[in-house]
């Protein structure tokens, strides 16, 4: 199973700042994903990271927004930008393999004061 | 639109007896259907899962059964321990992507 390693786990930031979150998996990996839980929500995925071409959004969430890198197969980031208190969440970056079985890092929490 | 629901926030059972944790969902293009357990503070950790093409699936104290005609899935846990107050996610693929239902806090109390 896919070993993720994501940071930072927690951090506390100021509205209209901008906040880069940093995903590295132990192996290569085809198809990688980044999600958000609001409290008391589920896991909403905000867009797939596909390497070497422009990330695929869902929708209610924009790259201008949500700017994702995937430079290669183990690696990705998320930037949260022009942050309000809204964007307070905990963000998820995951891993599937064949299709059947998805790897969660440990997420990052995030508050926006 | 709230294609994979578990309408239930919370379940709290005795321990050694059993967890029933329930899903709905609403696609019909959903193939797979996969449980995770969530501890505060830890990304989702992957439970067990069921193909569309069977009804029941068991591993160990866990085992999920898929009603299609219904579209719904149910997690069982027996017997129950306290190691297993978490929160439980639903979630279903179509291939693409994975949609979760909001979760329900299980809590085992000893």
């Known amino acids: 199973s896919a070993v993720i390693s994501q940071k930072p786990s927690r951090d506390i930031c100021q509205r209209g700042t901008s906040l880069t979150i940093q995903c590295q998996v132990d192996?290569?990996?085809?198809?990688m994903f980044w999600y958000r839980q609001q409290p008391g929500q589920s896991l909403t995925l905000i867009a797939t990271?596909?390497?070497?071409?422009?990330?695929?959004?869902e929708s209610g969430f924009v790259i201008d927004k949500f700017p994702i890198s995937r430079p290669n197969l183990t690696f990705s980031t998320l930037t949260v930008s022009n942050m309000s208190p809204e964007d307070s969440s905990i963000y998820l970056c995951?891993?599937?393999?064949?299709?059947?079985?998805?790897?969660f890092g440990q997420g990052t929490r995030l508050t926006v004061v | 639109d709230q294609q994979v629901k578990q309408n239930s926030p919370s379940l709290s059972v005795q321990e050694g007896r059993i967890s029933i944790l329930n899903c709905d969902y609403t696609?019909?293009?959903?193939?797979?259907f996969l449980w995770y357990k969530k501890y505060p503070a830890e990304g989702p950790t992957f439970l067990i899962s069921?193909?569309?093409?069977?009804d029941k699936n068991e591993d160990g104290r866990f085992t999920v059964f898929l009603n299609k005609s219904a579209k719904h899935l149910s997690l069982h846990i027996v017997p129950s321990q306290p190691g297993d107050s978490a929160v439980y996610f639903c979630?279903?693929?179509?291939?693409?992507?994975?949609?979760f239902g909001k979760g329900i806090t299980l809590s085992v109390r000893p």
């Open positions: 990271a596909n390497q070497g071409s422009e990330a695929t959004y």
């Open positions: 069921i193909s569309s093409i069977k």
């Open positions: 192996s290569q990996v085809t198809m």
């Open positions: 979630a279903a693929s179509n291939g693409d992507k994975l949609t």
């Open positions: 696609n019909s293009m959903f193939d797979y």
């Open positions: 995951s891993v599937w393999e064949d299709l059947t079985e998805a790897f």
